[in-house]
């Protein structure tokens, strides 16, 4: 397994509600480190990240409406154009769970439609909250917004790390049902995680390990 074909899967993440600006720059220092694909964080950093990962290609990653989306359409959109100024290359922004949930369908689209417009965007179904019909009738919904990728979930996925099976039945119902790259986050800690995720149909990994994964594939390069 080549490092680089792992770290350009992995959106490098720190959305402690308490995390410090010194963990926040060290979230940076090592995505620079290893070259990992995005540095995702809660909204208050974007501005930081930004700074921090100028000029390089890492893509700054912010985290929006956790963790079911359920703010009025107009505080998400205005949510959306913040990020973006502040130098969001990629938005992750929970899809209404409720809403889906009620079947609330032309809601659903109408919203994730236009935030869609403002940046690329990669939706959060939270998966784990859904039936297999419903994490189809999300990641169709998200296709049709124009967004770039289902996501599973946020860090309070309802799936434990001992669950990741389960998600790995979820990220193919995705991938086929949307046709875009998909997103697989929640519990991913280990090298053998990723494994699991990327061979279930998993384009994206976000994980709060990235460091330690990329350490453990060296390791192992090592002991070939």
């Known amino acids: 397994m080549k490092l680089q074909e792992v770290v350009q899967t992995i959106d490098h993440t720190n959305v402690d509600p308490e995390a410090t600006e010194q963990e926040i720059k060290q979230l940076c220092d090592e995505a620079k480190e290893y070259n990992f694909r995005g540095a995702c964080v809660k909204p208050e950093w974007t501005s930081l990240v930004a700074e921090e990962l100028e000029d390089t290609d890492i893509k700054v990653v912010v985290l929006l409406d956790e963790p079911m989306g ?16 502040d130098g969001a290359d990629n938005l992750d922004i929970v899809m209404n769970i409720v809403d889906l949930k009620h079947e609330d369908y032309d809601k659903v689209l109408n919203d994730l439609s236009e935030i869609a417009d403002i940046q690329d965007t990669k939706v959060i179904i939270g998966s784990g909250y859904l039936s297999d019909s419903e994490i189809k009738k999300a990641s169709e919904l ?4 124009g967004a770039i990728c289902v996501k599973t979930s946020t860090a309070k996925s309802p799936l434990g790390h001992w669950e990741l099976k389960e998600k790995a039945k979820h990220l193919e119902i995705m991938k086929e049902a949307s046709g875009l790259e998909v997103k697989a986050a929640g519990k991913i800690r280990h090298i053998e995680d990723w494994e699991l995720m990327t061979n279930a149909g998993a ?8 460091a330690q994964i990329a350490e453990e594939v060296n390791r192992d390069r090592s002991g070939e």
Do not use: N, P
């Not at 359920?70 to 100024?85: C, P």
């Not at 384009?203 to 990235?210: M, P, V």
């Open 142 to 145: 998200v296709k049709e917004s």
């Open 203 to 210: 384009d994206i990994i976000g994980t709060s390990t990235g």
């Open 70 to 85: 359920q703010s009025s359409h107009e505080e998400r959109v205005e949510m959306a154009k913040k990020a973006t100024e």
